[in-house]
């Protein structure tokens, strides 16, 4: 499927595992990768037992994609969508909250393996 994506972690993971479906399917779309994917990938690293490698990777990984950053409309975004969760009972990890909010905030479709997408409002995910 063609089309803008934002790559969840777990998606970034599976390219790195060598996911031949992940990677066809990215070489049809123009992915982006949220910042904050990045941060998890960079704590993942260095508590691995192959930390300079997996820094490696993810530096090469970094340079090569189309990273967004938060913003003051990302943050706007972020706490309606809290607020949101959290009235309906059914918060998110922190940090999905934020890669879920930069989705919103571009118009990107999320590329994920979490269900727990499927409660956020106004965001587009495909489970892959």
Known sequence: ?????????NAIIALFSGDKQVSARLAEAEAFVPSTALGELYYGARKSSRSLQNLAKIEEF???SQVIACDAVTAWIY???KNRLHSKGRPIPENDLWIAAVAIQHGLTLVT???????VDNLRHENW
């Open 62 to 64: 970094a340079a090569a």
């Open 79 to 81: 706490g309606e969508t």
């Open 113 to 119: 393996r979490d269900n727990h997408f499927d409660d």
């Open 1 to 9: 499927m063609a089309g803008k994506l934002l790559l969840d972690t």
